[in-house]
């Protein structure tokens, strides 16, 4: 009775009494197994950073079968007899990386890296499968659709993929490291073992006997237990198993815990697919991946491989190929999940077959199973029929529908719909339509609209009655998120499916009567234009990220990886529900203590030396823990301790806070209260930005005003992938040491000390690398590692925590939302006289660093010569989250802001917005009015021949030509296309460095600034291998590979201050120089003494007998004025709107960007295409909803949509330009971390400019007047913000125009 498998080739035998069947395989690799490369994300099959590769041995065909799964859903006792593959298992660097490791390193496609293991896997798996055929390009794009990465921006990896495939061109591939022409060999033959030997020996069935995992053999078999199960007096809890996926969605069926654990997968009967003369019978355990091969294979039958190709769009590989059909379908019957494979089943006239104990075996169509009353537990589905159509005499059309936010997959879909018709002549004789996840109980027929179709024949008039007909029926449920657009959807596709029969007097020359046939996504393709400065060598080389391999294997370390220390207690958070109300007191559903739970920390516990503070900055401090009163939803509570992670999720879970809002005060929900309440916080004058020239004259010289129009921005969240993490663990004499997943280990250092009350001498704060950061780990891991520091010290035991997704989502807030109000005066030519604006920031309950905010606002908006700019600023305190810097925080609201202005001056103009942006481009004399010394020298100020080049390089002109045709001659899709100008001010602050050489001429580095992803370790590696290069002496060229840059640690290097700001890679390589420079001033004079040539090694043996100190520590501190300087770029992007959907298609970007002299072109290249990435994320799909109390409601990877590469431009280009030499930055360098970000704004305004081109053409159709041309475009634009524009009645209005104008 035991559990037996392998993980990467190892051994492992558990006795089935000492698993409880509840336990992951995620949970078992990263706390039981030495394989920590699989990392842990969302916990609901929704990135893919878990993903691991199960073979499975069939002794019968004696073959491997090999596909990917998430292990975070899938259950331990399920992989018995099976192996596992992690991505440290294809290769690491004890045993030789595997070639996609490396190909993932030298295509520059692993920032963070905390994403990188599961991508490997996941192609590793896509070229297994490939095996018989060959890799295709098409194939390589596929692999990693379903994963996560939220620092490259994806381009970079799947060049990576692609470089696997036997039909690309090499030219094609991206930037990469690899010598023209010739990548690293990948040998398919040497391919790793993913299924030993030694396990195929081993292959017998488990005898459960009374444990609760049971693995039945047949039906009987099943039934018999079920029957057990039922008549047992006590009524044994069951839960049937299949793929378990369904607990990504269900998360509580986690936590529940049942007496019977049934494993149904083992039954020859729902496993198999049986084709006979009437259609085909699949195994309800059949796995979603196996359907769509199956089905792919039956070509008779062409309605089937309609059926596939929308089941790919499925969740992801990682899901569907473990995910089973009835389980699926068992899920959308018995709970209302909005399923897709419902839908199209029931349009294809499925039924299924039901063995109840109470009623035996039952045959139903799927339309009565779906209407039946939920499912008992006690019930199975055995098989699901789908008939065969192609039989039948008449012509049969079938098609499938889904809008979703992410076009290939991984995404719910807001409507879906399947449409099955007979039809003769151009006549309908019958048909089925279906429609589903709208917000419906289940999937439906609109079995009214389809008695009304039958016998007629499709003429406009019949569709536009049929599609009032729908509008009764299909119908959200009260409360559906988006409840209108989902309506509108249903009539879009009806629409689009008939109408190839419309009988249609007319055939239009300018295509107005013939419909925009949808086409597949064009395939990824870039191109990439890096300068490389080879003046300062080994600096400016586009050196591959130091480490990237590592964590490509997954062995790279991050705060969760290390080891847990003996007696190990774990943390979770209690979050506040209520905006502002007395905490009475805690306690837990049912009046237990819930299993494993040892203690509640909450602020009583903070040392009596201590304070009750959970961060400390320059700006002040913070509550660590809510005392009598909660500020704001989602504000800590309390850390509640258990022994397991998991136990202390379940108790926080079950965590019942007693509040009381009697005698209180309303809480201030909005910006406008909070103004009328005077509840704002101080802006520090010298953080004031200062306004430009006098408003009023500019207004009263304006040809024309715009006055009091108002604008309103949400917010995003981070979705670093790895979420925030601390380790504390007690040491002697009441120290403390506490490693910390930050971005500023010295104020988490203060913030414990404060806490704790201990001097700052006993504690130290280590970080070796952040698995993304984006602002999101400055201040908001400083409560993080200092409850867990609260809870050690209490406890005297190591105290950890990994907060869940959503807690993360919930506890640590984003960018700050804000209502602008502006008045802007303009000329009739467009130029700009005068701009006025009043801005209310939500900054939330604490202040945060949300000071910082109104000068980044400014800063970026300053990018156009408003003529005189005038601001009023107001901070607001309110009852709601405290918001945090996220990557160009302000910035990139402000650079929106003037974009909307723009837009607006144009329309109001009804000129083009490039005319207006240009018009009001700075000269090099306005940039230093406006930016005063930060402008530079006037050869600094690249941005205007930037917006020329730029222009000419992506073809501007002409393709705005090419837009205006496409626009005249489509009437379902329409394209925008648009040019944006940046600027982005950065400052550079102190930080610190140290250099040491060892004896044997190895080179350890330390610096203040955290390694998140950047490539800040690659940089400075680069840095200390120039500045020692100076010495000359032979072994020089090759030192960067002597050099390790080895963790923060707050004990060792003081003073490390915070990275962020995007200047901290160029701070810490200065810091690094000048230590460097003090070691070659106490080099020099051996080498001089030498007389000759000398090695390094030899020189270093030399100092070292002649007792040279050979470790130098220094402080960068920027002393030029001014600290800040400009950063430029510019970004034309082109979209492709789809009126019936609102879908945006980022057709082409292209991208130029100033970084002046790069320290290294790769890694600047890298953080320009995922900045722009993350930025198209915050304008196009990163919907950020609260409830009306603050409380975050897209909490999870199912409600919160970061892009993926489905998502990205299909056409990305990228020209980095080298601006030359600037005496006062390191070594003439520029950032690149953040300001890349705002470039994504372009993609929002030519969503705009082809919104705006649907909204002419709906307001022609209805014959209405022109003023309807003034709208704003919020942010984020996601479909059902788009389509709203466009007209949610689009389809309505057509026919309507159609049959007046016929
Ligand atoms: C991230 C993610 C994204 C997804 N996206 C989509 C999507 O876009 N569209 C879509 O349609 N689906 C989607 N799904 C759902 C997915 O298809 C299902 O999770 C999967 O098919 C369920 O199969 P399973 O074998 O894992 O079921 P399980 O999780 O094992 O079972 C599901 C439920 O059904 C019961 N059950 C299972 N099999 C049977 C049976 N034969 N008889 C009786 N009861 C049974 C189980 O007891 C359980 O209650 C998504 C899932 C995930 C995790
Ligand atoms: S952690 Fe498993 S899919 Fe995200
Ligand atoms: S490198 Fe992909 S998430 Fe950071």
Redesign the pocket.
Same mark, same amino acid.
């Given at each position: 009775m035991s559990l037996v498998f392998a993980i990467n080739g190892q051994r492992f035998e558990l006795s089935l009494s000492s698993v409880d069947p509840s336990t992951t395989l995620l949970e078992f690799l990263r706390y039981q197994s030495p394989f920590k490369s699989v990392k842990l994300s969302c916990g609901?099959?929704?990135c893919g950073a878990c993903v691991v590769l199960l073979s499975r041995y069939d002794p019968v065909l004696q073959n491997v079968e090999d596909f990917t799964v998430?292990s975070c859903?899938t259950l331990l006792c399920s992989i018995n007899h099976c192996s596992i593959t992690t991505s440290e298992g294809l290769g690491n660097s004890r045993d030789g990386f595997h070639t996609i490791h490396n190909r993932f390193s030298g295509f520059h496609a692993s920032q963070c890296g905390f994403c990188t293991p599961g991508m490997s896997v996941s192609l590793f798996s896509a070229l297994l499968d490939s095996s018989s055929s060959e890799f295709t390009v098409l194939e390589a794009e596929k692999a990693v659709s379903?994963n996560l990465c939220r620092c490259t921006g994806y381009r970079p990896i799947v060049d990576a993929c692609k470089s696997f495939a036997a039909d690309v061109d090499i030219e094609d591939l991206g930037f990469n490291s690899f010598c023209k022409n010739s990548l690293p060999p990948f040998d398919s033959e040497k391919r790793v073992c993913s299924f030993p030997e030694f396990l195929k020996d081993e292959m017998k069935s488990i005898d459960s006997g009374m444990h609760p995992w049971c693995s039945p053999g047949s039906v009987e078999e099943l039934q018999r237990l079920l029957g057990a199960c039922k008549a047992n007096r006590d009524g044994l809890s069951v839960?049937?198993?299949? @793929?378990?996926?369904?607990?990504?969605?269900?998360k509580d069926?986690r936590d529940r815990h049942y007496d019977k654990y049934v494993d149904?997968?083992r039954i020859p009967e729902?496993k198999e697919i049986r084709e006979n003369q009437n259609g085909v019978e699949i195994g309800?355990?059949v796995?979603?991946s196996k359907v769509i091969a199956a089905l792919i294979e039956i070509r008779v039958e062409k309605l089937f491989g309609k059926l596939a190709a929308h089941?790919e769009?499925?969740?992801?590989r990682f899901?569907?190929n473990? @995910?089973?059909? @009835?389980?699926?379908?068992?899920?959308?019957q018995?709970?209302q999940?909005?399923? /897709?494979?419902?839908?199209i089943l029931l349009a294809a006239g499925a039924s299924v077959n039901?063995m109840s104990l109470s009623r035996g075996l039952e045959k139903v169509t799927l339309e009565q199973f779906l209407q039946g009353p939920p499912?008992e /537990?006690y /019930?199975?589905?055995?098989t699901i029929e789908i008939p065969f159509w192609h039989h039948q005499s008449s012509e049969f059309l079938f098609e499938t529908y889904?809008a979703?936010p992410r076009p290939n997959?991984?995404?719910?879909?807001y409507l879906?719909a399947a449409f099955l018709a007979q039809v003769k002549d151009r006549m309908v004789i019958n048909c089925r339509l279906a429609f589903g996840?709208y917000g419906t109980k289940h999937a439906i027929r609109c079995k009214e609209v389809e008695e009304f179709l039958s016998g007629k024949l499709i003429t406009d008039n019949v569709l536009s009655e049929a599609i009032t007909l729908l509008g009764k029926s299909v119908v959200p449920q009260e409360g559906t998120s988006n409840l209108a657009y989902r309506s509108s959807l249903a009539p879009g596709f009806l629409f689009k499916f008939f109408h190839s029969l419309i009988i249609t007097e007319k055939p239009s020359s300018n295509g107005y009567y013939h419909l925009d046939q949808p086409k597949p996504l064009p395939m990824l393709s870039s191109s990439q234009h890096v300068p490389i400065n080879d003046e300062y060598f080994p600096v400016g080389e586009p050196v591959t990220k130091s480490g990237a391999s590592l964590q490509a294997s997954g062995e790279a370390v991050y705060v969760d990886d290390i080891p847990a220390p003996a007696n190990c207690l774990y943390g979770a958070f209690i979050y506040s529900t209520k905006p502002y109300a007395k905490v009475k007191g805690i306690s837990f559903k049912e009046n237990s203590v819930p299993d494993g739970v040892l203690a509640v920390i909450s602020y009583k516990d903070v040392p009596k030396a201590g304070q009750n503070i959970g961060l400390k900055f320059s700006f002040g401090t913070e509550p660590l823990f809510a005392e009598d009163i909660t500020l704001h939803v989602g504000q800590c509570i309390a850390l509640v301790v258990a022994d397991t992670q998991r136990h202390a999720d379940t108790a926080a879970n079950l965590a019942v806070v007693e509040y009381e809002t009697e005698d209180l005060e309303p809480p201030i929900l909005s910006v406008e209260d909070a103004v009328k309440k005077s509840s704002l916080f101080e802006i520090y004058p010298f953080l004031y930005p200062q306004q430009v020239g006098d408003t009023s004259k500019g207004m009263s010289e304006a040809d024309h005003r715009i006055l009091s129009s108002e604008i309103r921005l949400g917010s995003q969240y981070f979705f670093y992938m790895e979420t925030q993490t601390a380790l504390a663990v007690p040491d002697e004499d009441n120290s403390i040491v506490v490693y910390s997943s930050c971005q500023t280990p010295q104020y988490v250092h203060s913030s414990v000390a404060a806490c704790l009350g201990i001097p700052e001498n006993k504690v130290r704060i280590i970080t070796r690398r952040v698995g993304g950061g984006f602002g999101g780990k400055a201040v908001k891991a400083m409560p993080v590692a200092t409850a867990c520091a609260v809870a050690a010290n209490k406890l005297q035991r190591p105290v950890r925590t990994y907060v869940n997704r959503k807690t993360d989502m919930i506890m640590t807030g984003g960018r700050h939302p804000m209502k602008i109000t502006y008045s802007v005066g303009f000329k009739s030519t467009g130029k700009i006289t005068a701009l006025e604006l009043e801005i209310l920031i939500d900054a939330g309950a604490t202040l945060g660093l949300s000071m910082l905010i109104p000068s980044n606002i400014i800063g970026a908006l300053k990018k156009y010569n408003w003529g005189a700019l005038s601001f009023d600023f107001k901070l607001c305190k309110t009852n709601l989250l405290s918001k945090a810097i996220m990557r160009a925080p302000g910035d990139v609201q402000g650079t929106y802001i003037a974009e909307a202005i723009i837009e607006n001056v144009a329309s109001s103009l009804s000129l083009e917005a490039d005319t207006i942006r240009k018009i009001n481009l700075h000269t090099y004399e306005s940039l230093a009015l406006f930016y005063k010394d930060g402008a530079g020298e006037p050869h600094e100020y690249t941005l205007s021949s930037m917006w020329d080049k730029l222009g000419v390089s992506s073809n501007f002109e002409e393709r705005v030509s090419i837009v205006r045709e496409f626009n005249e001659s489509n009437i379902w899709r329409k394209r925008g296309i648009s040019r944006v100008p940046i600027i982005y001010p950065v400052s550079m602050f102190a930080t610190p460095g140290r250099v040491s050489v060892l004896s044997d001429g190895t080179v350890v580095v330390e610096v203040g600034g955290i390694e998140l992803g950047q490539g800040l370790w690659t940089k400075v590696k680069q840095m200390a291998g120039y500045t020692l290069g100076l010495l000359q002496c032979d072994g020089t060229e090759e030192l960067v590979d002597k050099i390790r840059v080895v963790q923060s640690d707050t004990l060792s290097m003081v003073q490390g201050n915070f990275t962020g700001g995007s200047t901290t890679s160029e701070g810490s390589c200065a810091a690094v120089r000048l230590c460097c420079e003090t070691l070659v001033k106490r080099l020099k004079p051996l080498i001089d003494k030498s007389g000759g040539p000398i090695s390094w090694n030899n020189l270093i043996s030399q100092a070292y007998a002649q007792s040279v100190n050979l470790s130098a520590s220094d402080l960068y501190t920027p002393e030029e004025t001014p600290t800040q300087y400009l950063n430029y770029g510019v970004a034309v992007s082109e979209v492709d709107v789809d009126l019936v959907t609102g879908h945006t298609t980022v057709l082409q970007t292209d991208i130029l960007y100033d970084s002046g002299k790069s320290l290294n072109p790769a890694v600047d290249l890298g953080q320009i295409e995922g900045a722009f990435v993350q930025g198209l994320g915050f304008f196009m799909l990163e919907e950020y909803i609260t409830d009306s109390e603050g409380l975050v409601l897209t909490d999870s990877?199912?409600t919160y949509k970061i892009p993926t590469v489905d998502t990205i431009p299909r056409q990305f280009n990228v020209e980095i330009l080298n601006s030359g030499r600037h005496e006062k930055r390191v070594l003439s360098s520029k950032a690149s971390g953040e300001p890349p970000l705002l470039l994504a704004a372009s993609v929002h305004c030519a969503t705009r400019e082809a919104v705006k081109e649907a909204r002419k053409q709906l307001r022609m159709w209805k014959g209405v007047n022109d003023s309807e041309l003034m709208f704003q475009l919020p942010v984020p634009a996601t479909m059902p913000v788009v389509k709203e524009l466009c007209g949610l009645d689009i389809v309505e209005s057509y026919l309507e125009w159609k049959s007046s104008v016929n």
């Open positions: 609901e099959g929704g998430s859903l379903g839960k049937l198993v299949a @793929g378990n996926t369904s607990t990504g969605y269900y069926e149904i997968t729902m309800a355990v796995t979603i089941m769009k499925i969740a992801a899901i569907r473990f @995910g089973s059909i @009835g389980g699926n379908l068992v899920m959308a018995r709970k999940f909005p399923s /897709d494979m419902a839908t039901i499912l /537990d /019930d199975l589905v055995l889904r979703a997959g991984s995404a719910l879909a879906n996840a990877t199912w």
